[in-house]
């Protein structure tokens, strides 16, 4: 199991290696950031002179030389536009995001498990055609358009919930509705399959075939086993929430790193979207090795050795 | 280790009092997509305290079905059990399983009869560990709770032959090997002394010398605990060995009962015929097997006539007109019990009859 | 093993590595699936092979047909060293050897119609789609019993017997000497079983076919086959003619196997004495040292458990690995205990059912029908 | 009467996020926005923008117009007790004209600034600069030396202090700014208020949402539409005004225009008449907008308002192009950033409609904004393409050098003698009236040899909670709220 | 269960099956028929389309639907900011909508099915290569990197069919592969090779067949998909371009309208959730009818 999990961090590590790279080519090739920068009438020798100051003169292979080794040491230049060490103004963000994608994770999770398994453990019931019609709805309801439905009915109209900005439980709520809303129909869809798919396992009529009441066959038995798929799918939402919050964010003028997404690919601030698509991406792989964790702490079946 | 099986065979019956399980006229049916599956069609059958009943025939043929449903394991929906009852008694009370409220029902499973299944690794969950899988269904039935309910796991785990139980009691389900599994799954099946226990193919997927170590565990459970014992095979040489009375199904029908003795001695059915006679024989040569023709019938029909019909050399018109009830036989030298057959032809007396129905 | 056999195996070996690394993957061990395993059939025989699940019988007649590369030995059929031929000479080669799978539902492209997977080889060999193949698709349908009007269906609308003829149809096709059928009946209904068994029984008979039959249950592989050899962890215990193995069971696996191989008869059953092996097949990464069968041999001595015991013709073709068969010590109490098994089954040879019925109905009973009707 | 005065706070939402609250690194107008609240320069501009005194009290301009000696206020100290003197201007300006100062070329514009004795400076140029104060006004913000030095350019932008009528509290990136009253502010009186309170939000929907709910006091950025809508709603104030932009479609006589059948000044003309832009104004901006007759707007010094803007005449555009020898029209390419200004890719879809209407077909390319101006800058735009530019100083000479530059000026297309020359002689005049005859002789000009589609200069739409008084945008979008208060 | 249990509910036919298969799934086949719909209508757009869905009528514009009291029967659906009619639109957007992703899924899953099939069959450092860029490819953010490519390489129909083409490439590759893994080591390939099958053979004739069936599936949702968010990257301005009527950038132009002219952004969201709604039923169903393993046990 060690072996399996150092093995599962050195991979990671060699992908973050990876993504580093590919980070580093991606943005090269959004185009020359001097001009965007510089102001409108700025002449040619004032953009070559800026392009001097910021490396963009240099050949590539040392430009990656450069951006590589400060990059190891977390440092990813200063951002154009913010004029601070892109790093720091991403992580300061973070938190901010890391907030919202945990609270519509929460809200997915809470309304999606119970859903999902009464749904599964009823088809064809009017739980079961609300628990499918929530999936489906979660997963094309475009969340921008949903989010600004919201605001007008829950803000606005009823008074309830702040408009925008990050501050107290109230201001979470919409949202991480609406971030969550995808997530939502993903984790229904799937906890209603899965338990579809492990009520009819052996074990189940095992643990019946025991006595077991309900509640301990849902809880012990089916959930336990549902709870295998649903957790490498979280992980794999978790990237899907860094995305939807260049919407919601925007939208709801909370505070994180993705609304900065589309400004800084916008303005071109190599730096820092360098610097978020790394951060992004570690947070991925993070998760994704906290998933194989998780996996290996519910499933014995792991083999380590592989 | 030279051992010979004891008791099993000759022993006599236990005194006939009244059957610790009496079905009668139990029908399942399945609603699937496909259509009305009718999996088991009015089967009556009883079981005695401390007999081992040994329920035969092939894949589909309803074994399964008839005895899960008895303790309502089988889905439902799209399982129904559209008519029947099930007298289980101990002592002076008895209860029809059939009527049971879920909650009832939930006290019987587990607590009076115990279920052994065929495949160990998918029926034990492979995220729990075996100990506390057993220790489960101990605490559930109020047997011994918190750490006596552990030792009296532990104690269960050696019972059924499982070396170092201690440890053991931690490892999980894939750690085992399939005779392992096997053993678990009888020590949960046995863990709250129950006054049955079907096995439901317990050693079909096991290699032959485990098959033996498990009979050989079943067997020995069962004299020590007194447990009545339904065990569904398909492979008649098992049942032959543990049965003390045979009921061979086809079609979802009950087409022959008897003692063990009897029904392989002298069947009397034609579809038990033709499955001894494809069998071949370890003692003596048979160069060529029965050739039983056709396959098993539709199971999307209901039932009108003999099931066998189709595939049956002596079926003649009454058998696809009417479904032949159980007619009682008689004449059989070694026979304490009922031998019944379902059979429009008296292969006996090479006549076809018309009445004398049981 | 003798010079004239058209199938001739020695020494085959299969291992498989065992494989662990971080990052580059390492072989720590070895799975010794079969290890040095001998065997001849004679043209137009059965060579049965039984054994525990894992022992490595299919994977010897994968070895055999070199669906794996084997690592080690030669397997001659006919005039040809199949390990020796290269990838071409194989590719065509193989339309003399075939295989009927185990699991008919996988061994069957689900995508494909019967008439395809029946013409499949003749395709593969070059033959063009017309009405030539098309009979012969037919042709051999018919040949394993099947209706031939059913070859547009696909295999998931046949049943599992029926599906293994579809399979035989298609191993057939192409005129094989060798047939391997890797356990072809153990998913079927006894009833379905006799048909396939007599199927094969027929075919071999009217084809003049070689099997090499896997089983793990010995009383069908005594039924079809001329030979049977008994394997146990990578390795051959004994190899005998089936009644020479049934008399005269010498080693103490085929014993406890004969043992537990439950008899449809319960007088037997229940009174014959028999051989509870403990626990389960070793690991075949670290199988016993010595003897593979020590560590659950009633009769196991530290001889057994150091040194590993070479075949030894005890006359007659049959052959075994054991140290003791004949010793002074050991020896009798395995002769004694075959004598008990043996005569376990012959004792109950006496009993039989009172009346064996001609599976067919009798005269009287035709005539019966049509006057009733 | 002893009881603790309520804090009165307004609540201010900007729609972009500033990236400093130094008012020379402060990247965009709302992050000035921000930050001027902050400090002070030594002069201001009124309403009617008009330059007044300020920091300096009052100052002297040399005979040659080159040599300005501004006579500084007494007794300002900056919010951390540092004391304004003329070493601090000094301080300002030398750090202002580093290069990487964002707006270092406003700095620039003063060759030197030096200490005359502790109240007085001197400021002299290279040429005489008749905008100079006027930049002054707007970029030079007075910055403490002491505490600059110590907390470094970084520091400083994420903690300023200045002189201004508010003091930095708390700078919560993206979600705040949180400024206080300066109590020792200079001018007796002001600022109104306890608090502001910048508050980010990107989104104008929000943003509409927001002012409804009260949330927030102040927001600007509205579409018209939603404008429409906030008038309707109690508890707001819609406001709105037409801002220093001017918004053109602009042709390419140095590059890919050439040989164009848009180098015939007859063809341009029938362009401006083939394009309703009344409708346009009338439709996406709900009237909202003013028609424009050049490149300068109605605010600025030598409007001449004797121009008429070219009516929508589509059969005169035709008759245009046939005497251009253009009956059947052609076809020409034609580009427009996407997502930099309000409804602009809709105005441009209209303009593709108009014209096609008498005959010219344009393959209309909408551009990344960002990738749009590389190519505007390149010059590699096709020969139409549709922009706008805003100007703060209060005459359009920038504007029209920087769009009519000709190869010196990164974002124009075009070059014409005629203009060149008139803009030299403009940028040289220091006398308001003379510089006023020449502008208005360059509108004419441009109106008979048009080198845009003129196209309109819009109003913009903020909106206050009701109980704001006296916020005064200007037209560049501007604002002090020193005079705004709460009822 | 052995397998002769399962084989009885097979043995019906074929075609039957089918039938019921679509019969049962109620929701499938309300898929099916919606996007069966939504292709004709696609298909026939420039027909029923009452107008130029570019024609632009400004003195018109942001008139409301015809059931409204201001609406007219002129524009049934109302029209947009700039009076253009909404059907029109909607009908095009339609055109618009499954062009990307149909062009989409067809880059992606080629690319997919290529990498996919070399990684899965050839094994070894081939697929370890392959595997590496293709885990990498999806650790960074989807919406990043669509971002970031979006606006490398501007607003073209082109750019955004090639955008979800490579963006979801990797996907496709894991699926594919995941599918040759299996389908390699089956029991029919066995057979194959046992009777002498070429390599070419094997490929073309067993794992290709055996993999469409998964492909689909996974296409009809990938697609819905990409009409989602075509939509995402109309609200960032990053779509197509504004000239051609997408349901993104409609949604996107009308999300300013949302409190008093909403039908501008509603009839393409309705749209739009209508489309991927039915691909979405239309994908459950699919994998029901095409996998034969859900086959056997359903
Ligand atoms: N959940 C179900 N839905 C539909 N049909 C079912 C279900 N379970 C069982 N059946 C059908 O009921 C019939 C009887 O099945 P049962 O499992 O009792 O057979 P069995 O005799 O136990 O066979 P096996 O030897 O394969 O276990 C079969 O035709 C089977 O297909
Ligand atoms: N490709 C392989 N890689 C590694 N190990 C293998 C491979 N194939 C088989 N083995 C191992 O080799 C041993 C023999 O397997 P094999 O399938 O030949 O047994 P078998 O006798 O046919 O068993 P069964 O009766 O279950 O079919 C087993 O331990 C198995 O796990
Ligand atoms: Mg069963
Ligand atoms: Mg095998």
């Known amino acids: 199991m060690q072996r399996y999990l150092l093995s599962r961090v050195i991979q990671s590590i060699m992908l973050m290696f990876g993504v580093l790279i590919l980070v580093f080519f991606l943005v090269r090739l959004t185009g020359d950031p001097a001009r965007i920068m510089m102001p409108r009438d700025a002449s040619p020798a004032d953009i070559e002179a800026f392009r001097d100051a910021m490396g963009f003169n240099e050949p590539l292979p040392a430009q990656f030389f450069h951006f590589m080794t400060g990059a190891l040491q977390g440092d990813f230049g200063r951002s154009l536009h913010y004029r601070a060490p892109a790093m720091r103004i991403v992580l300061e963000r973070m938190p901010a995001t890391i907030e919202l994608s945990l609270a519509a994770l929460v809200f997915a999770l809470i309304v999606a498990i119970p859903l999902g398994v009464i749904g599964g453990s009823r088809p064809g019931t009017t739980w079961d055609t609300v628990c499918r019609a929530v999936g489906l709805v979660g997963q094309t309801v475009p969340n921008f358009w949903l989010a600004l439905m919201m605001i007008s009915l829950f803000s606005v109209t009823l008074g309830w919930f702040p408009t925008f900005g990050r501050g107290g439980f109230g201001s979470i709520v919409l949202p991480a509705v609406a971030l969550g809303l995808f997530p939502l129909g993903k984790f229904t869809r799937l906890v209603r399959s899965a338990v579809l798919e492990v009520r009819n396992e052996d074990y189940v009529r095992t643990a019946y075939s025991k006595g077991l009441l309900d509640h301990r066959v849902y809880t012990h038995h089916i959930f336990l086993n549902v709870s295998v798929t649903l957790v490498s799918i979280v992980g794999v939402q978790f990237g899907y929430l860094l995305g939807g919050s260049i919407y919601i964010e925007t939208i709801f003028a909370w505070p994180g790193v993705g609304r900065m997404i589309n400004e800084a690919v916008q303005a071109r601030d190599f730096p820092l979207v360098q610097a978020l698509a790394f951060v992004s991406a570690a947070f991925i792989v993070l998760l994704n090795l906290l998933t194989d964790l998780a996996y290996v702490l519910i499933d014995p079946r792991i083999r380590y050795e592989d | ?358 | 093993m003798s010079a004239g056999d058209f199938v001739q195996v020695h020494g085959l070996k299969q291992y498989f590595p065992v494989q662990k690394g971080l990052l580059v993957n390492r072989t720590v061990g070895y799975v010794k699936a079969v290890d040095g395993v001998s065997f001849g059939i004679p043209r137009g025989e059965t060579l049965g092979l039984v054994g525990e699940s894992g022992c490595g019988k299919s994977t010897t007649a994968r070895s055999m047909l070199r669906l794996h590369e084997p690592t080690e030995g030669s397997v001659r059929i006919g005039e040809t060293d199949v390990t020796r031929l290269n990838y071409r000479d194989l590719r065509s080669f193989r339309s003399r050897m075939q295989m009927i799978f185990q699991d008919s539902y996988s061994s069957l492209n689900p995508r494909h119609t019967v008439e395809y997977i029946v013409a499949e080889p003749l395709l593969i060999r070059g033959e063009r789609p017309g009405a030539n193949l098309q009979n012969r698709v037919q042709e051999m349908l018919q040949l394993v019993g099947m209706n031939p009007d059913h070859m547009k269906r696909f295999p998931h609308e046949f049943s599992g017997g029926q599906r293994q003829r579809i399979g035989i149809a298609r191993a057939l096709v192409l005129n094989p000497e060798l047939i391997v059928c890797d356990e072809p009946i153990s998913a079927l209904d006894v009833a379905i079983q006799a048909q396939v068994v007599n199927l094969l029984s027929r075919l071999q008979d009217e084809l003049g076919l070689t099997y090499l039959f896997i089983a793990h249950d010995l009383s069908m592989v005594r039924h079809i086959s001329h030979r049977i050899a008994v394997m146990y962890l990578g390795k051959i215990m004994e190899i005998a003619s089936y009644d020479e193995l049934f008399e005269q069971p010498l080693h103490p696996y085929t014993q406890s196997l004969m043992s537990a191989v439950p008899i449809t008869d319960p007088a037997i059953e229940k009174s014959r004495a028999r051989i509870i092996l403990e626990g389960d097949l070793p690991s075949p990464v670290q199988p016993p040292t010595g003897c593979v069968f020590s560590s659950r041999c009633p009769f196991a001595t530290d001889l057994c458990r150091n040194s590993e015991p070479k075949p030894r013709d005890v006359g007659t073709g049959h052959s075994v690995a054991c140290h003791h068969i004949d010793d002074r010590v050991v020896g009798p109490r395995i002769t004694a205990s075959r004598e008990q098994i043996v005569n376990g089954l012959k004792d109950a040879a006496h009993h039989g059912p009172d009346r064996s019925f001609t599976y067919e109905p009798t005269q009287s009973n035709s005539s019966a029908r049509s006057s009733f009707s | 009467e002893t009881t603790e005065p309520e804090i009165v706070t307004l609540r201010v939402a900007v729609p972009t996020f500033p990236n400093s609250l130094d008012a020379s690194v402060a990247a965009e107008r709302n992050a000035q926005n921000v930050s001027w609240q902050l400090f002070d320069s030594l002069v201001w501009a009124n309403e009617q923008n008009v330059i007044e005194p300020a920091l300096a009290e009052r100052w002297d301009v040399s005979e040659d117009g080159r040599e300005y000696t501004f006579f500084l206020r007494e007794g300002v100290d900056f919010h951390n007790g540092e004391p304004f003197n003329a070493d601090a201007v000094v301080f300002s300006w030398e750090r202002g004209i580093q290069p990487h100062i964002e707006w270092s070329d406003r700095w620039a514009r003063a060759e030197s600034v030096e200490r005359v004795d502790e109240y007085t400076v001197r400021i002299s140029t290279a040429e005489p600069d008749p905008l100079l104060l006027g930049v002054m006004a707007q970029h030079w913000n007075m910055v403490p030396p002491l505490y600059t030095q110590e907390v470094g350019d970084d520091g400083f932008g994420a903690a300023p202090v200045g002189t201004g009528p508010f003091q930095f509290v708390e700078w919560v990136r993206e979600d705040r700014v949180v400024l206080e009253r300066n109590d020792s502010y200079w001018r007796e009186g002001l600022p109104l208020v306890d608090r502001v309170v910048f508050r980010p939000i990107p989104e104008s929907s929000t943003r509409m949402a927001a002012i409804q709910t009260g949330e927030i006091d102040i927001v600007n950025r509205l579409s018209f539409e939603q404008a429409d809508a906030l008038e309707r709603v109690n508890d707001v104030d819609v406001v709105t005004y037409p801002i220093d932009r001017v918004f053109y479609i602009a042709f390419n006589n140095l590059t890919t225009g050439i040989d164009q059948p848009t180098m015939d000044p007859r063809v341009r003309r029938a362009m401006n008449y083939a394009v309703d832009r009344q409708a346009i104004i009338d439709s996406l901006f709900g009237g909202r907008a003013q028609l424009s007759t050049g490149l300068m707007t109605s605010s600025n010094l030598g409007y001449d308002p004797s121009v008429e803007p070219f009516p929508f005449d589509p059969d005169r555009a035709r008759e245009l192009l046939a005497e251009a020898g253009y009956p059947d029209g052609f076809e020409i390419g034609f580009a427009a950033p996407a997502g930099a200004y309000t409804n602009f890719e809709q105005v441009a879809e209209a303009v593709q409609g108009y014209l096609a209407e008498v005959g010219i077909v344009t393959d209309l390319d909408i551009i990344e904004s960002g990738r749009f101006w590389d190519l505007e800058a390149e010059k590699q735009l096709p020969p139409l393409f549709g922009d706008s530019w805003s100007e703060r100083s209060g005459e359009s000479l920038p504007r029209l050098r920087g769009a009519l530059g000709g190869w010196d000026a990164s974002f124009s297309a075009w070059s014409d003698p005629v203009i060149d020359d008139l803009l030299d002689r403009i940028s040289v005049t220091i006398d308001q009236d003379e510089r006023a005859a020449l502008y208005r002789e360059l509108h004419r000009y441009m109106q008979d040899d048009p080198p845009f589609i003129y196209l309109y200069v819009p109003e913009t739409f903020e909106a206050v909670r009701s109980n704001v008084r006296d916020y005064i945008p200007r037209a560049a979008e501007d604002y002090f709220l020193m005079f705004t208060s709460l009822d | 269960m052995r397998i002769d249990a399962l084989d009885r509910q097979d043995l019906r036919r074929a075609p039957q099956r089918l039938a019921r298969i679509v019969l049962r799934d109620k929701a499938g086949l309300f898929g099916l028929i919606l996007f069966v719909l939504i292709v004709f209508l696609a298909l026939a757009a420039p027909a029923l389309s009452p107008h130029d869905p570019l024609q632009q009528n400004l003195r018109s514009s942001r008139q409301p639907p015809a059931w409204h009291e201001a609406g007219s029967m002129e524009h049934p659906l109302g029209t947009d900011n700039l009076g253009r009619d909404m059907l029109s639109r909607i009908l095009v957007g339609t055109r618009v909508s499954l062009t990307v992703g149909f062009f989409g899924v067809l880059i992606a899953s080629s690319i997919g099915l290529v990498f996919g099939m070399t990684a899965g069959y050839m094994g070894g450092r081939t697929d370890s290569a392959i595997m590496a860029v293709t885990n990498l490819v999806l650790s960074v953010p989807y919406l990043l990197l669509v971002v970031v490519v979006a606006s490398v390489l501007g607003r073209s129909l082109l750019n955004v069919i090639l955008i979800f083409g490579f963006t979801n490439a990797p996907l496709f590759v894991r699926v594919t592969r995941g599918e040759v893994l299996r389908i390699r080591t089956s029991g029919y390939v066995e057979s194959a090779i046992s009777i002498g099958a070429s390599r070419h053979h094997i490929i073309t004739r067993h794992i290709l067949p055996n993999l469409i069936g998964p492909i689909l599936t996974v296409a009809t949702f990938e697609m819905s998909g990409m009409i989602f968010y075509e939509a995402g990257l109309g609200f960032l301005g990053l779509s197509v371009p504004p000239s051609i009527p997408s349901w993104g950038n409609m949604l996107a132009a009308g999300r300013q309208y949302i409190q008093f002219s909403p039908w501008i952004a509603t009839f393409p969201g309705l749209a739009i959730v209508v489309t991927s709604l039915s691909m979405n039923l239309l994908g459950d169903w699919l994998r029901d009818v095409l996998d034969p393993r859900q086959r056997r046990s359903s």
């Open chain 2, 1 to 358: 280790m030279m051992r010979r099986r004891k008791t099993q065979g000759h022993t006599p019956h236990p005194p006939r009092s009244e059957p610790i399980l009496s079905v009668k006229d139990l029908s399942v049916r399945f609603n699937t997509v496909d259509g009305v599956v009718h999996a088991v069609n009015s089967i009556s059958f009883d079981l005695y305290r401390g007999e081992t009943l040994g329920v035969v025939g092939e894949s589909g043929s309803g074994k399964s079905v008839s005895m899960l449903s008895l303790l309502r394991l089988i889905p439902e929906p799209p399982g129904e059990i559209t008519s029947g009852s099930a007298i289980l008694r101990s002592g002076d009370e008895s209860v029809d399983l059939i009527s049971l409220s879920w909650k009832q029902m939930n006290r019987v499973r587990g607590r009076r009869v115990g279920f052994v299944f065929q495949d160990p690794l998918s029926s034990l969950n492979p995220l729990i560990s075996v100990g506390k899988q057993i220790r489960e269904i101990i605490e559930r039935h109020n047997i011994a709770r918190g750490s006596a309910a552990k030792r009296r796991s532990v104690d269960l785990l050696k019972q059924v032959g499982i070396s170092d139980a201690d440890n053991r009691y931690h490892s999980y389900p894939h750690e085992f090997s399939g005779g392992m599994r096997q053993r678990v799954m009888i020590a949960i099946a046995i863990a709250c002394n129950p006054e049955l226990v079907i096995a439901d193919e317990p050693t079909t997927a096991l290699d032959v010398t485990i098959q033996a170590q498990i009979i050989d565990l079943l067997m020995k459970l069962k004299r020590e605990m007194g447990i009545s014992v339904i065990w569904i095979s398909h492979d008649l040489g098992v049942v032959a060995g543990i049965a003390d009375r045979v009921m061979v199904m086809y079609g979802g029908t009950a087409v022959e009962t008897g003692t063990a003795e009897t029904v392989y001695r002298h069947p009397r059915h034609p579809y038990t015929v033709g499955l001894l006679g494809a069998i071949p024989k370890l003692h003596q040569d048979n160069k060529r097997l029965v050739n039983i023709k056709g396959t098993p019938p539709s199971v999307y029909s209901a039932l009108r006539q003999c099931p066998f019909a189709p595939r049956c050399p002596w079926s003649f018109d009454l058998c696809t007109q009417q479904r032949p009830p159980l007619f009682a036989l008689d004449g059989n030298a070694v026979s304490d019990s009922r031998h019944t057959s379902a059979c429009w032809y008296d292969l006996e007396h090479n006549t076809r009859r018309t009445e004398g129905a049981v």
